[in-house]
């Protein structure tokens, strides 16, 4: 019986070893912010919010922390917290297209000669809603090859998803 009992412990305390050395994940949602509510969108996602979690999709930051991303329908601004509650989401990647900008950027100077639109993000807390990070970038399909700012923004955000605790 006196066998028994280190067995047991020695169970334990291997079971809860591997329990810690599980990979941690945290939950990304993406959505893209209508300006209309009449806008449609194919997929209806919208094609910046697709080309943001094929560009985060499969990455995992430093400390081995999977994303596990949720791309949700284009929303209006006022549809898009009840849904991020209702999924849990750790953290939100909110993007906005605007088009045809005329003026800079974020202090940004736009492409010589090409028709462009610009893509704003912001990335915040699902529960706080505190914005930890935000961007923009200048997107023109008119341009060989297109000019989009979707692996700048990846850049931006996991650098960013990396320093969080």
């Not at 806008?39 to 985060?56: F, N, R, T, V």
């Not at 706080?128 to 923004?153: H, W």
């Amino acid at each position: 019986m006196n066998l028994r009992v280190p067995v047991a412990l020695g169970f334990i305390v291997m079971a809860g070893c591997s329990a810690w050395s599980q990979p941690r994940s945290l939950s990304l949602c993406i959505v893209h912010t209508k300006s209309h509510s009449s806008d449609q969108y194919e997929p209806s996602a919208g094609s910046d919010a697709i080309a943001m979690y094929q560009e985060l999709a499969g990455r995992r930051l430093q400390n081995g922390t999977t994303l596990q991303i949720t791309v949700l329908p284009a929303s209006m601004q006022q549809e898009i917290e009840p849904e991020i509650h209702r999924l849990n989401c750790s953290w939100v990647l909110q993007l906005w297209h605007r088009r045809n900008a005329d003026e800079d950027v974020f202090g940004q100077v736009p492409p010589r000669n090409a028709r462009f639109d610009s893509l704003l993000f912001t990335l915040w807390n699902g529960t706080t809603q505190e914005v930890i990070e935000n961007g923009a970038g200048f997107v023109s399909l008119a341009t060989k090859p297109p000019l989009t700012p979707f692996a700048l923004f990846r850049k931006q955000i996991l650098k960013k998803l990396n320093r969080l605790p």
